[in-house]
Nanobody, 123 residues
Framework: QVQLVESGGGLVQAGGSLRLSCVAS????????MGWYRQAPGKQRELVAT???????NYTDSVKGRFTISRDNAKNTVNLQMNSLKPEDTGVYYC?????????????????WGQGTLVTVSA
């Protein structure tokens, strides 16, 4: 069983900051890409940012320059530092990772989602 557990959500005023964390636990061999997604009320889930084990990052345009994704490979954690928050950043933020669950080829992946953490930004 592989789990991703998020923490760090909450209520903040516009212009404020929050830091989200996600830790992976359970039996797995490696994780290449880890990412954060969000779902606003009444909208589809969207990608926010991803980071590879080598540190390559990718951001959706609306958060570039405000959010920073980082990870600690040794601790199987990924963080999302969110600055200059806007009301439109409000939503449930989910951690996601395709986790490698086999040590031999062909590799098998398990797509794991966290339970989500609520971020509310007030105007």
């Amino acid at each position: 069983q592989v789990q991703l557990v998020e923490s760090g959500g909450g209520l903040v005023q516009a212009g404020g900051s929050l830091r989200l964390s996600c830790v992976a636990s359970g039996r797995f061999f490696s994780i290449n890409v880890m990412g954060w997604y969000r779902q606003a009320p009444g909208k589809q889930r969207e990608l926010v940012a991803t980071i590879t084990s080598g540190g390559n990052t990718n951001y959706t345009d609306s958060v570039k320059g405000r959010f920073t994704i980082s990870r600690d490979n040794a601790k199987n954690t990924v963080n999302l530092q969110m600055n200059s928050l806007k009301p439109e950043d409000t939503g449930v933020y989910y951690c996601h990772a395709p986790v490698v669950i086999t040590s031999t080829t062909p590799l098998r992946y398990l797509k794991v989602w966290g339970q989500g953490t609520l971020v509310t930004v007030s105007a």
